[in-house]
Structure formats: C-alpha cells, structure tokens
DNA sequence: GACGGCGGTAGACAGTGTCTACTGCGGCCT
DNA sequence: AGGCCGCAGTAGACACTGTCTACCGCCGTC
C-alpha cells in the first residue's frame, strides 16, 4: 500500500521532492532518487529519457503548487483590487520561503528543460491577474508594465530575502515592512483607491 | 609572455573567466580550467583547495567590475540624485546582460563560499549609496527600505529580462521602459525634485 | 500455449572533485 | 661549495555522477 500502488514515475517524483525539501537542488541527484524509491539507476530512463526531464517534472509540482495558492489566495480575498494584489504578493512571497528548495529549483533554468515549463501554466496567467487588478487599482497606468516591474520586485525580493541578503542590509527578520514598501511602491500609498 | 610571467593562480581565474564567458557556469569544471591554463588536474589544489574557492575568485573579478562600473557612473553623473539612481540602476542591468554568465555565478550561492563574498565589498557599499541618494531624492520616505525594495527590483528584473520571462510577457526587446517605470515606482514620477 | 514487448536490473563508460604519493627544482643554511 | 628542505606541479586512485547497452522476467495478447 505504501510503494507499489504508485506507479514509479509518482514515486520517483515524490522521491526527489523528498530529497529537494531536505537537501536542495544540488542533492537531487538521479542515482539517489533512484535509491529512495528502491529502484535501480538505471530504471527512472524508463520514465524520464534524461534527468533534465525528471527534474522538470518535479519542478512542475512545484509549479502546480504555486497556482493552486494563488487560486485559493485569489478567490478567498474580495476586498478590492489592491488588497488582492498584496495578498497575491505575500503568497508568492510565502511559498518561496517555505519551499526554498522548490523554489529555487524552479528558476534553475541549467536544471530544467528550458522554456515552457512553468512559464505558460503558472507565471503567465498569474502575470495576466496581477495586470488585470493593477488596472483596476490604477487605470492610468501601463497596467503590463507596472505588473512586470511588480513581479520582478517580487521574484527579486525572495531571492535577496532568500540568501539573508536583504534581511541583512535592512536589519530585519519580518519581511512584511519591505512587501508593504514595494506594493506602496507599485501601487501607490496604502490609501489609494 | 603569453603565460609564464603570470603566476598560476591569476592563469587559472583567468582560463575560468573565458569559460564562464563562453559557456556559462556549469562549465566551470576543475579539470577544464586546468586544461586551458595548460596544468594538470590537480595544479588548482595547490592555489585554491576546493573548487568553490576557485569558482568565488572568479566571481570576487565579476564583483570587482560590477563596484567599478558603479564607481565610474556614479562619478560620472552629477545631475542631481534622481538621475545618478537612475544612472546606476541602468548600469547594473546592463553588466547583467553584457555578462550574463559572470552575473548568473555571482547568485549561484551554491557554488560560491556562501557569505560575505561580494556582498561585503560591492552589494552594501552600492547599497548604502542607494539609500544616500533615495534619501535626497525623497526625505520623506524609509530610505533603507525603497533601497532595498529597488535593489530586489533591479535584481529581479535582471533575473526575468535574462532568461526571457519578461521580454516575453511585455512583448519588449528593451529593457528601458520598464526600467523608467522601476525608477517612477521606487522614486515617484520622473518630474519629482 | 508460444511469444512479444514493457519495465526494471546490472554493468560499462567517460567525466567530475578530491586525496595522496611522487618528483623536480630553486633557494637557504652551514 | 654542497647538502637539504620545501614548494609547485604531476600522475594515479577513489567514489560518485549521467548516460548507454545488454539482459531478464513477467504479463497480456493472438
């Protein structure tokens, strides 16, 4: 009931995603994969021509996972466009801290089939809702481009919180203060609209 | 001439930094460098016991050039605050892209000795000259906190421009508007003192 | 009931980082 | 001047990796 009700290829997934909690990316090695799910090394090929093509599809859950919060985040707030927007953004926040590994794998592109991936499913259409409500926060913007430099501050925030550079220059364990200054920053001051 | 008059150390940072330029980090093999620095496999030992420490020289070079190229834009802009941010935020996205490579292994946290690599010598100086000018552009305003919620953006865009998310999702080849919309964020819009 | 193919095994290969034994040579001390 | 120490570089070994290939067993189909 515990292994062999799962088809390899899920048990293989969940093997790696194991190992990418406890270890990070660079311990996702094929071989080790292979042994926490008690098979050979060779029997993943069966399933994943390449390890790029294992790797990718672990990256998918995390992908997968993304979306599902910012669905569940999306569809719980109604309190305006920008209470939405600044929930969206602590979501995004919140999984990358709570899931470094994921994470980082998921913007390694050297360790994934580059290109679709995640891009198309995940990050284009939460993309196109944080456009949609920066339009309705603020109609006289370049509601693309506002949400472009938004998600960058975003992306560019997990990753300098992530590696303590940013906790360290602000002096700061908490990153709520910094997300407030940069939706303030995109979105105008708390009162606005 | 050509080698002998340089000791192996600097050959070897050097054979890495045209690696690194040509294929990107993860051909920053022990052994390859070796190879084109004209040693055996084992000669780096002598210089750099572990390859991360070879791999942080090569970075501590990429550090190096991107605190110059501030230092001189910065001496060279005296145009009020405002456009010396501006000055120096253009110059950082563009040493990401001129040197996408050396960029992409400054941030490879795990493949450098984790810590105060450059951080100590480029990221915080550029950091407290940020907060500096922010100050002056906007006495109002947490200038620690808009300068590192502008360094996570500028990071952020670098990171999303380089591998094509944003080019992609904004339907742009330039990275100058949404450069201008960054700064209009982070400093209010471009008439502002 | 023979058989073909799918899924997994086992071994090989080239490549990697690290470690260790070794060598050759230059500079120092007596 | 001569012996010697130590350092820089060599060469080989080891464990590990991803990929490839030959093999094998079992299940379902004609």
């Given at each position: 009931?515990?292994?062999?009700?799962?088809?390899?290829?899920?048990?293989?997934?969940?093997?790696?995603?194991?190992?990418?909690?406890?270890?990070?990316?660079?311990?996702?090695?094929?071989?080790?994969?292979a042994r926490r799910a008690g098979v050979s090394h060779g029997a993943p090929r069966r399933h994943f021509p390449t390890r790029l093509e294992l790797l990718s599809a672990i990256a998918h859950r995390g992908?997968?996972?993304?979306?599902?919060?910012?669905?569940?985040?999306s569809a719980r707030t109604a309190d305006g466009p920008r209470a939405r927007v600044a929930a969206l953004a602590r979501t995004y926040l919140e999984f990358a801290l709570d899931r470094p590994g994921m994470y980082e794998l998921m913007f390694r592109h050297?360790?994934?089939?580059?290109?679709?991936?995640?891009?198309?499913?995940?990050?284009?259409?939460?993309?196109?809702?944080?456009?949609?409500?920066?339009?309705?926060?603020?109609?006289?913007?370049?509601a693309r481009r506002v949400a472009g430099a938004l998600w960058a501050n975003l992306h560019?925030?997990?990753?300098?919180?992530?590696?303590?550079?940013?906790?360290?220059?602000?002096?700061?364990?908490d990153f709520g203060p910094l997300l407030d200054t940069v939706l303030a920053a995109h979105l105008g001051p708390e009162g606005g609209r």
């Open positions: 009931m515990t292994e062999s009700d799962l088809s390899l290829r899920d048990r293989l997934v969940d093997a790696g995603m194991e190992l990418l909690a406890a270890e990070g990316p660079q311990a996702l090695t094929l071989r080790e994969i992908f997968a996972d993304l979306a599902e919060r910012t669905r569940t985040t050297d360790l994934l089939e580059s290109g679709r991936l995640g891009l198309r499913e995940t990050s284009l259409p939460l993309f196109a809702l944080l456009t949609e409500l920066i339009g309705q926060v603020n109609p006289d913007a370049d560019g925030t997990a990753q300098l919180w992530r590696w303590r550079s940013l906790p360290l220059a602000l002096g700061e364990t």
